[in-house]
C-alpha cells in the first residue's frame, strides 16, 4: 500500500481532472482514445512502482480526459499474470485509481467464444465469471482500509448497469450477447477438452485477464461493467489455430462497435 500511494501521489501531481469512471482497453481495444480529449498521458514507466506491460499489441499509458464532457481515466496495456506479475501487480493500478476517487470500472477484452451462438467480432456482455485462475489478488492479510476480508462476489458485475448497457446497445442497433466469462491463466490456448470442460462449467467465453482486476474491484466496493469482444470461436468441432495476430486483428474491427457503446454507456 506505500508503493500504491506513492503512485498516488505522483498521479495526483500531474493531473487536472479526478476521474469517477476508468476504462480498462482490451488488446487491439485502443481505439478508444481517439474519442477521448486527452489531458494528460501518462506513460507506466514515468509512474513510480507501476508495472511496466510485456505484451505485443498492448501500449503502457494512463490516459486522463473527458469521453462526452465525462472525464474518465483509461489504462491503455493490462498486466496479465501470464506475463509474471504476481497478483498484487497485476491489479496495482486499481488500488491506484481507488485512492484516486474512481468509482466505476469498465473492464473490456478480447475473449474466445465458447457458446455455440458465438461468432467471432460479437460482443458479450459479461454478466458473471469463473476464475480458474491459480492465485487471487486478494490473498494474504487483508488491509481493512480497502476491503472486507470475504467480499461478497455473489454480483461481480453491476445489475442496473448491465441494464442500461443493454438498453443503450438496442438504441444503437448493436447486438450485444451475454455471458459467463472464465478467466485462465494462459498463455498458453486451450486444448479441446478444455474447451469442453470449460462449457460443462458453464462458461460462454474464456479469456487471461479481467477475473482479478474485477475481484479486486469489488473488495474495494467499485461498481463493474465488463465487455468481451470474442475473437475467435473456442468451440471443439471449429476450434482452429489461431494467432495472437488475428485475435488482435478480429479485435480492431469489432472494437469499433465496443468504442461506440463504452462512449454511450460513458
Ligand atoms: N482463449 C483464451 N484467451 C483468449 C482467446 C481464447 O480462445 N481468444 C482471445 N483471448
Not at 443503450?168 to 472464465?182: D, F, H, Q, S, V
Not at 488482435?248 to 469489432?254: E, T
Amino acid at each position: 500500500m506505500e508503493k500504491v500511494q506513492i503512485a498516488y501521489e505522483f498521479l495526483i501531481s500531474q493531473i487536472s481532472e479526478k476521474p469517477k469512471t476508468a476504462i480498462i482497453l482490451g488488446s487491439g481495444l485502443g481505439g478508444l482514445i481517439e474519442e477521448i480529449k486527452i489531458l494528460e498521458r501518462i506513460a507506466y514507466s514515468e509512474i513510480p512502482h507501476f508495472p511496466i506491460s510485456t505484451v505485443e499489441g498492448h501500449g503502457g499509458d494512463l490516459i486522463f480526459g473527458f469521453l462526452n464532457a465525462v472525464p474518465v481515466m483509461a489504462m491503455s496495456g493490462r498486466f496479465h499474470y501470464y506475463e509474471g506479475y504476481d497478483m498484487s501487480e497485476v491489479v496495482f493500478p486499481f488500488r491506484v485509481m481507488k485512492l484516486l476517487g474512481v468509482e466505476r470500472l469498465i473492464v473490456t477484452n478480447a475473449a474466445g467464444g465458447l457458446n455455440e451462438d458465438f461468432e467471432a467480432g460479437d460482443l458479450m456482455l459479461i454478466e458473471d465469471m469463473i476464475s480458474l485462475l491459480p492465485d487471487n489478488p486478494l490473498r494474504g492479510r487483508n488491509n481493512d482500509k480497502l476491503g472486507p476480508r470475504f467480499p461478497d462476489m455473489s454480483e461481480p458485475f453491476d445489475i442496473d448497469w448491465m441494464e442500461k448497457t443493454k438498453s443503450e446497445a438496442n438504441r444503437l442497433g448493436l447486438e450485444l450477447k451475454t455471458g459467463t466469462y472464465i478467466g485462465l491463466q494462459g498463455p498458453k490456448l486451450e486444448t479441446k477438452a478444455e474447451i469442453r470442460y470449460c462449457r460443462i462449467i458453464g462458461g460462454d467465453a474464456v479469456g487471461m485477464s479481467t477475473v482479478p482486476e474485477v475481484i479486486a474491484a469489488n473488495h474495494m466496493g467499485m461498481k463493474v461493467l465488463g465487455i468481451s469482444v470474442i475473437t475467435n470461436e473456442s468451440i471443439p468441432k471449429v476450434a482452429k489455430e489461431f494467432t495472437h495476430a488475428e485475435v488482435v486483428a478480429v479485435a480492431n474491427q469489432a472494437g469499433k462497435k465496443l468504442v461506440e457503446l463504452v462512449k454511450a454507456i460513458v
